[in-house]
């Protein structure tokens, strides 16, 4: 089954203690990204990546690192978590056939920072 | 930077009405998506208009795209219970491997 799977999917965390959000995706695509969502902000961009050791930041970078060794993993770094960064985050990868692209997400990690 | 925008925010109508949800766009684009997010999990896509596209139907859904307009709706025919979700566009700028931007989402309840 085609999917993308993010571990944990809940997380505690206090100020300060690094954590890592993995993102895998068994679909063989190029391109991976990392959003948050937040109430009343819609969906945005934290880095994506567009291939093997290949990545670039999206809209809200500051305060993530984001790694690609292989194709299918994407990990979300967050060094040195602070409660702004409590949220829900989705991994999504994409492929892309001639003009027709569809973004698959992961299911979710909702985050809570104290 | 925030691209689509939707509108309404929030809609609530009864079991098989039809619900239309409005999306617009600043700049040009090379294809919009509409997602569908159930509360608290991933978004699942429902269907994706081309720029050169004017109208696209999937099932109970159409969209339509006005490029000249830079907006895109969403219909829901026959509405059920179980279309109750959030409903986000997303636009696509570029060629290649471009950033997908997503609005805000408009929140539809459906009453039974």
């Known amino acids: 089954e085609a999917q993308v799977t993010q571990n944990p999917r809940y997380l505690i965390t206090v100020t300060g203690k690094k954590l890592t959000v993995t993102c895998s995706q068994n679909m063989n695509h190029e391109y991976m990204s990392w959003y948050r969502q937040d109430p009343g902000l819609g969906l945005r961009q934290i880095y994506y990546s567009m291939n093997v050791e290949v990545t670039d930041k999206g809209d809200v970078p500051e305060g993530y690192k984001v790694s690609r060794k292989e194709k299918r993993n994407f990990p979300l770094i967050l060094e040195s978590p602070s409660p702004n960064q409590t949220s829900l985050y989705f991994c999504?990868?994409?492929?892309?056939?001639?003009?027709?692209?569809?973004?698959?997400f992961g299911p979710g990690t909702r985050l809570l920072v104290l | 930077s925030q691209q689509g925008e939707e509108d309404p925010q929030a809609l609530s109508i009864q079991e098989g009405e039809n619900a239309t949800m409005n999306c617009s766009y600043k700049t040009s684009i090379n294809n919009l998506q509409w997602y569908r997010q159930n509360s608290g999990r991933g978004l699942v896509h429902l269907i994706l208009i081309r720029s050169n596209e004017r109208e696209k139907h999937s099932g109970r859904l159409r969209v339509t795209l006005d490029t000249s307009k830079k907006s895109s709706s969403l219909l829901i025919t026959a509405s059920r219970a179980a279309d109750t979700a959030s409903y986000f566009c997303a636009t696509d700028a570029g060629s290649g491997y471009s950033t997908l931007t997503f609005g805000k989402g408009t929140m539809l309840l459906v009453s039974p």
């Open positions: 999504a990868s994409r492929a892309r056939y001639g003009n027709m692209e569809t973004q698959y």
